[in-house]
Each structure stands twice: as structure tokens, then as C-alpha cells.
């Protein structure tokens, strides 16, 4: 009798501890499920780079021309305006040239019009292929006219031959003396005395007189440095006195000039997520040194060529933006840029642990309805590294469990 009793007091506690570790299972079930509601809120995608900022204006001027500094008119960190005279260069000799060519242009101009008047240059314009031309044609002509002279003519057809040969033979003449004109093997106009080539060289007078005073005009535009745009002097590498030879004039920066109000971020982004970064696209900067500062930018070059760095594909990108009044972002600093290439506004949105897949691996998720846990399939859309899209299946305000 007490062994029954003992077997059944044993079984009692084992139902007992089996229903308190069933009680026990549901409640560690139910405390690690997470009861999420379908809310609406806004999405973007985003690709990740980091990079470089520096000035998109920055312009580092130099002259056109050797010689010796003869004015500094900035100093670093001055404000300067578009068209202001920064630096010039000793122009004495070239205004000497420029005042030589001046005159040799006005008296080869001089000559040729003293050779010329009172006809316009078009006078001497003499065409030599189409003289040559025209002497062919009035050749040609002629033996018309003379083949027909061997025919046997009436007295009235006799008269027209004549007087067809007579122009024929004019228009031979006028074509042979503008071919000779041409030539330079006659004179032109008839009482003037004057050949073609003697004027044809006054017209190279005149050519190359004005080339030089071109050429020395031009010198002293390059004497001149002058802003090309508002800004601020970044460096000033010159003093009044410094000689620039021939060998270095072209390469020694005078004056750098920036544009504090835009700057630009250099980035690479490697090949996986390059194809989704396009022309246009919104983008976020932040500094590393100013990390509460976020900057909106766009991105305004993708590069077609891939650098390899340890054996991956990186391609450069560049986001320019508009620097806030009275920022203290400065070139070289090192930035971050998330770069929007999709977004949603006003979407349902799930976390993405929420997210399972069916036997067939379509996407469903886990609602509570009525207390009971049931899957739903649901249609995705954009996602990032913590929310979905839901574009159907859910409505806001289902509660989506979390397992």
C-alpha cells in the first residue's frame, strides 16, 4: 500500500514539474517575442565612401610670359573680386613692342593704300585658277566659232560667224590679261604703273606688321594676373624684384585663389556599389572633425575608369555642396558621404528581422491577430541596414511579431 503511494506521489510531482517546465517554455517563448507595429515613416538607400574635402574654385594663376615682378597687389587672406589686378610683371620693352608694331603696321598700311587708291583691294584679288579657267573656256569658244567658218554659209550666217568671232576673241584677251595679272606679268590698273606682286608684297607688309602688334598685345595681357572670379587669396609665392625665367615661368604659381562658399568631396566607391551611384544624386557629407555639422551636397562626377588598389575595382566619385556662412570645413579634411540612390517617404516599414521566407523563399511575416501568431505573405520593396518596405500585405497598425 505505501509503495502505490509513493509511485503515485512520484507521479503527481513529475505531471506537476512537466506542466511548470511547459509554463516555463511558453513564458521564455513569449518573453523573447518582439511585438512590433507596422508604422509609416520615410527610407533611403544609401551607398557609404569616404573621402577628401577641397575647394571646387581653387585656381592657382600664373603669367603668360617671363620677366620681373613689378606689383603684388594682394596678400594671403585677402578678399578679392573678379577682374581685380593681383600681380603684374615690368611691361616697359613690351610696350616698346607694342608701339613698334603699331607703327610698322600703319606705314605698310600706308604704302599699300598709296599703291592702291583710288581702287578697293578687291580690284587686286586676282583669282589665278579661275583666270586660268576663263582663258580655257574663251579658247574653247574660239574653235567653235572657227569650225564653223569652214561650212558653207549664207551671207547673213557669214555676218553672225564674224561677229561671234570677234567676242570670242575679246573674251580670249580679257581672260588672258587677268590670267597674266595673275601671274604677276602684268600691270594693273593699266596707267598705274603697279604689278600684282609688288602690291601683293605690301599686303604682307601689312600681315605681318599686325601679326607682331597682335603678338605684343597678347604679351601684355599675360604680364597682368587678374581674378577670375570673387574669392579669397589662399597663397601670395612672389615678391616685387623676383625674376621668372623662361624655363619656370609657366609653372610657378604666383597667387592661389579660392572660393570659400563651394567645395567638393573626392571619394572612391568600389565596383559592387558604383553602378547605383548616378549624376544628381542627393548626398549627405559629414566631417570628421566637425561630426554635428551635415552637409547636403550632390554628386556631380562618376569616373569610368576603375583604379585597382590590392586587388579591388574602386572608382572615383566627386559630390560638391555649399559651405555654410561662417564654417570652418577646410581642404584636405577627411569627410564621410552617404549618398542617396533610393528613397521612399510615407511607406509602411518593418524592421528587417521581421522579414522570413516561405518553402517557396518568398518573403512573409509573423502578425498577431486575435492572439494567435499567423504568417502573412507580404510584398517588399526598398531596404537598409534596419527597415523594409512593405508596398502590400500589412496595413498600418498590424502588429508584426518578432521571433
Known amino acids: 500500500m505505501k509503495k502505490k503511494l509513493k509511485v503515485g506521489l512520484l507521479l503527481a510531482l513529475a505531471c506537476l514539474v512537466m506542466v511548470n517546465l511547459g509554463a516555463c517554455a511558453r513564458q521564455a517563448e513569449e518573453g ?7 508604422k509609416r515613416g520615410d527610407l533611403a538607400v544609401t551607398v557609404n565612401a569616404n573621402g577628401a574635402l577641397s575647394f571646387v574654385g581653387d585656381r592657382k594663376l600664373v603669367f603668360g610670359i617671363s620677366g620681373t615682378i613689378a606689383e603684388v597687389n594682394v596678400a594671403e587672406g585677402d578678399r578679392v573680386s573678379q577682374g581685380k589686378v593681383l600681380a603684374s610683371l615690368d611691361t616697359t620693352s613690351l610696350k616698346l613692342a607694342a608701339e613698334t608694331a603699331k607703327v610698322d603696321l600703319d606705314i605698310a598700311t600706308n604704302s599699300y593704300t598709296k599703291l592702291t587708291y583710288p581702287y578697293s583691294p578687291s580690284t587686286f584679288a586676282i583669282n589665278v585658277p579661275t ?13 567653235e566659232v572657227l569650225k564653223s567658218l569652214t561650212l558653207e554659209l549664207s551671207f547673213d550666217q557669214y555676218s553672225q560667224v564674224q561677229q561671234q ?14 590670267l597674266g595679272r595673275g601671274q604677276g606679268g ?4 593699266s596707267n598705274s604703273g603697279v604689278d600684282f606682286w609688288t602690291i601683293r608684297a605690301t599686303q604682307l607688309g601689312m600681315e605681318k ?5 597682335d603678338k605684343a598685345n597678347a604679351d601684355l595681357e599675360k604680364a597682368v594676373i587678374v581674378a577670375p572670379f570673387d574669392g579669397v587669396v589662399a597663397a601670395v609665392n612672389v615678391k616685387v624684384g623676383d625674376t621668372l625665367s623662361a624655363v619656370d615661368y609657366s609653372t610657378r604659381t604666383i597667387v592661389e585663389l579660392i572660393d570659400p562658399r563651394k567645395m567638393e568631396l573626392s571619394a572612391e566607391v568600389d565596383e559592387i556599389d558604383v553602378p547605383n551611384v548616378k549624376l544628381g544624386q542627393r548626398a549627405i557629407i559629414i566631417a570628421d572633425a566637425l561630426p554635428d555639422v551635415k552637409l547636403q551636397g550632390e554628386v556631380t562626377f562618376v569616373s569610368p575608369v576603375a583604379t585597382e588598389i590590392l586587388g579591388l575595382k574602386l572608382y572615383n566619385i566627386k559630390v560638391d555642396f555649399e ?13 564621410t558621404v552617404n549618398i542617396v540612390t533610393n528613397e521612399r517617404s510615407g511607406v509602411l516599414l518593418v524592421p528587417n528581422r521581421a522579414i522570413k521566407q516561405d518553402s517557396q523563399g518568398k518573403p512573409v511575416v509573423n502578425v498577431m491577430v486575435n492572439g494567435e501568431i499567423k504568417e502573412k505573405a507580404v510584398v517588399i520593396g526598398i531596404t537598409d541596414s534596419s527597415q523594409t518596405e512593405i508596398v502590400s500585405g500589412l496595413s498600418e497598425g498590424d502588429t508584426v511579431v518578432i521571433l
Not at 606688321?209 to 602688334?213: E, F, H, I, K, M
Open 186 to 189: 602684268a600691270f594693273y590698273p
Open 209 to 213: 606688321a599686325q601679326v607682331a602688334l
Open 165 to 178: 568671232l570677234k567676242k570670242a576673241q575679246d573674251n580670249l584677251t580679257k581672260a588672258e590679261e587677268m
Open 131 to 143: 583666270a586660268l579657267a576663263a582663258v580655257v573656256g574663251a579658247e574653247a569658244a574660239l574653235n
Open 32 to 38: 523573447q517575442r518582439q511585438l512590433v507595429k507596422v
Open 323 to 335: 559651405v555654410p556662412e561662417g564654417s570652418e570645413l577646410k581642404a584636405g579634411m577627411s569627410a
